[in-house]
């Protein structure tokens, strides 16, 4: 069966409900006489039994069943708060340096209930960890490719060409090691991603992950505060709700397109297990799109607004008051919004290109009063 859905299944089968026979398990169809009503925000779950034994979410639009979370090694709503830090210790100067270690490991992974797929990944995960490193520190990673092909690691940042993570320059052949060293500059929502040849393979297997530099305060006195919000572990900071959200996609039968579109990997993943956001605090998003074969992806906020800092890379909004933001693949952002004068209930994220929407990359955020 896995084979069978790896050289057949397209973009245009895998519209709703044109594989409902070929897998019981795999996608739900829409209703023939258009969606079906749905209750109001905060009086049902997003993802319920219909009369039809399917499932709902705001009008069937969603995959049937689940993901084997265990099986794949990695669950995407961890994945949203997953930072890694790397291991501390202080150079003569006195500064921090963070070391890191990654393995290339090539992975078969489920991205869609009963669709499996040939990964190429770092640390066994699609996307790769969540690299969380202050501006001026210095970053050790040490690359370990354990995969079946030529590997390496290319950071969007500052750094010398020789560690650039491109062929001459920290390419890493099967069983090899290399270690990349470099000083965090700029502060910002970066990322980092396999840069071997043909890069659209390398990239779209899943060789990709989000890199964050904090912005050290000290750099900046007059937006002291601001940075202070953004420095994980800061009491400032420690009043946001923070989440990395890397948009990717997945060319299941290898023809130049994708038939899957999701956050973090596991199509409609949020959905059905939305992302709880406490109404009073206000909520950061680090969006990062690599998306291989489409120009454009974006993300569209339901009923709210949000401020947009391009690259991250400003301690003030490069764009302000908007619901849509569009980004071409390696572009990423951060967002800032909140849901304070809101009530409760569940509000829709999602791309605004229909197809992606209804091939995987919706979900919900489940708006919810403070614990007690």
Sequence with gaps: MRN??????????????????????????????????HAGHGSAPPYEANAAGRHSAHGNMITVGDVGRARNGFDPTALLTDWDTGVTSSLPDGRTLRTFEIIGEDKEIEIAPGVFFPAWTYNGRVPGPNLRVTEGDRVHIVFRNHASHRHSIHFHGIHSARMDGLPGAGEVGAGETFIYEFDAFPFGCHLYHCHSLPLKRHIHKGMYGAFVIDPDPARHPE???????????????????????????????????NEVYAVNTVAHHYAKHPITVIRG????????????????????????????????????????????VMQC????????????????????????????????????????EAAA
């Design 4 to 37: 069978w859905l790896r050289e057949t299944v397209n973009r245009r089968h895998l519209l709703w409900g044109s594989l409902a026979t070929a897998s019981g398990s795999l996608l739900g169809g829409m209703a023939a006489t258009g969606q079906s009503p």
């Design 223 to 257: 937006q002291a505060e601001v940075a202070r919000s953004r420095l994980l572990g800061t009491p400032e900071n420690r009043e946001w709700q923070e989440f990395v959200m890397v948009m990717n996609a997945f060319d299941t039968n290898f023809d130049g397109e």
């Design 281 to 324: 605090k206000p909520v950061r998003v680090y969006l990062v799109n690599v998306v291989e074969f489409d120009p454009i992806n974006s993300l569209h906020l339901h009923g709210n607004f949000f401020d947009y800092y391009d690259h991250g890379t400003t301690l003030t909004p490069t764009l302000r008051t908007i619901d849509t």
């Design 329 to 368: 693949q390696a572009q990423r952002g951060i967002l800032e919004f909140t849901y304070r004068e809101h009530e409760t209930g569940l509000y829709m994220f999602h791309a605004h290109q229909s197809e992606f929407t209804e091939l995987g990359w919706m979900g919900m955020f489940n708006v919810v």
